[in-house]
């Protein structure tokens, strides 16, 4: 058993860790759960005790088997809460993850291939992210962004990389979520910004930081 501190630690590593192929620093991971770098370096420490990461200077910090293991768990379960709170209870996508950040602590030996099941096995959850599978495998992740895309592709949002509420709410306005369909009209020249059609309707400039937290296929 860890605690939630731990817990949510190996889910940041582990994100972290398919986010780039950069190593993962103190820094890094502070940024990323907005906490001071004095305690980081010390969960850091603690987690090494528990062999459930390596950490190197020049190498950065590294899941040991084991703590990758308890990491794919815990990211299965919080990704498929997030698909039950939003096709079983009705939860909108801008509400779902706080949610899922407490269920996703319930470690019932059982409860996760249980809600899997419940749900069909979905491969994605609700914000286009890839479902852990009971055995470990994880389905592909979506890479390309709408920034990367030429000029005249037309595509279908398959993921977005910034799950905040604020961003999903501008989504919900634009009338964008995962499957709608999207075509790149002009990139502009002066701010990288981006004009889109979105499922065929009136044309919308978008700047180039919400392209790059679209992704496509």
């Not at 989504?171 to 981006?194: C, V």
Request: charge should be neutral; aromatic fraction near 8%; proline fraction near 4%.
């Amino acid at each position: 058993m860890y605690t939630l501190s731990e817990e949510n630690y190996l889910k940041s590593i582990y994100r972290l860790s398919q986010q780039s192929n950069f190593k993962i620093t103190p820094t890094a991971i502070a940024e990323s759960l907005k906490n001071n770098p004095a305690s980081v370096v010390d969960m850091i420490r603690k987690l090494t005790d528990k062999q459930l990461i390596e950490y190197d200077k020049k190498k950065g910090v590294k899941l040991t088997p084991v703590g990758l293991k308890d990491a794919v768990l815990i990211v299965r379960r919080h990704r498929l809460w997030e698909v039950f709170l939003l096709e079983k209870l009705g939860y909108h996508w801008d509400e779902i993850h706080d949610i899922a950040e407490e269920l996703e602590h319930i470690s019932d030996a059982t409860l996760a291939d249980r809600l899997d099941k419940f749900l069909g096995f979905p491969e994605y959850d609700p914000h286009g992210d890839p479902i852990p599978k009971a055995n470990g495998k994880v389905p592909k992740p979506y890479s390309v962004t709408l920034a990367d895309l030429k000029i005249g592709t037309n595509c279908r949002v398959a993921a977005v990389k910034d799950t905040s509420s604020s961003f999903l709410q501008y989504l919900q306005k634009l009338d964008i979520g995962i499957g709608t369909n999207i075509k790149l009209l002009e990139k502009i020249t002066y701010d990288n910004s981006l004009v889109i059609s979105i499922n065929d309707k009136e044309n919308t400039t978008v700047s180039q930081k919400f392209g790059e937290n679209i992704l496509v296929d």
